[in-house]
């Protein structure tokens, strides 16, 4: 069965730099999740996208920005990247009109220098 | 403040014992709780979960139960097996169909053959 598509697996840049995290979700799946999971720490909700519209938005930094796509894919662009940004990046998808669970991606690793 | 808290950051169990992992929470507008499990490299998975009308919920080897006047639930497996090897998430959301989730901070489970 197809699952959350995330790409980069490993990304590396260095401070003041820009990232583009992409994620594609399961087919049908109409809703974008967002998470960061920093080392040692829980993963943070970031922000949603339902039918590619923002729908829900949590600790986000102003300097992240995302949007979903026509074809729902989504992307998280981080700018002005620091240390702190090290983190592992999640994206899930769900089905919200049918009120499925969350299907998680393996996430991208982005280690910032 | 952590709204989820999973005080054990790790259980080691005996293949064939029951695991228990425990999950705290502060906020009592939390009404669905979930359990997604993880292995290195992959992003979690939905394991089980349970609805705040309910006070016990079963799967198979996982049965999740949920004590809302203590704001707890746990987590049991039973025999546990190897494979179960994992970190364990409690996380919990506002709404019945477990988007926005709020994560605990995880419970690494080792299972010894």
């Known amino acids: 069965a197809a699952g959350v598509i995330q790409s980069p697996r490993h990304l590396i840049k260095e401070k003041r730099e820009t990232a583009t995290l992409k994620c594609y979700p399961i087919?049908?799946?109409?809703?974008v999740y967002w998470y960061q999971q920093g080392p040692g720490q829980d993963p943070q909700f970031l922000i949603s996208?339902?039918?590619?519209?923002?729908?829900d938005k949590g600790s986000i930094p102003d300097r992240f920005s995302a949007q979903q796509f026509s074809d729902y894919h989504s992307e998280l662009n981080m700018s002005s990247l620091e240390l702190g940004d090290s983190a592992l990046y999640f994206c899930?998808?769900?089905?919200?009109?049918?009120?499925?669970?969350?299907?998680f991606g393996s996430g991208t690793q982005l280690s910032v220098l | 403040d952590q709204q989820v808290k999973q005080n054990s950051p790790s259980l080691s169990v005996q293949e064939g014992r029951i695991s228990i992992l425990n999950c705290d929470y502060t906020?009592?507008?939390?009404?669905?709780f979930l359990w997604y499990k993880k292995y290195p490299a992959e992003g979690p998975t939905f394991l089980i979960s349970?609805?705040?009308?309910?006070d016990k919920n079963e799967d198979g080897r996982f049965t999740v139960f949920l004590n809302k006047s203590a704001k707890h639930l746990s987590l049991h497996i039973v025999p546990s097996q190897p494979g179960d090897s994992a970190v364990y998430f409690c996380?919990?959301?506002?709404?019945?169909?477990?988007?926005?989730?709020?994560f605990g901070g995880g419970t690494r489970l080792m299972v010894k053959p």
């Open positions: 906020n009592s507008m939390f009404d669905y």
């Open positions: 349970i609805s705040s009308i309910k």
């Open positions: 899930a998808s769900s089905n919200r009109d049918r009120g499925e669970k969350l299907f």
């Open positions: 087919p049908r799946h109409d809703t």
């Open positions: 996380a919990a959301s506002f709404n019945n169909a477990g988007n926005m989730l709020t």
């Open positions: 996208f339902y039918e590619k519209m923002q729908s």
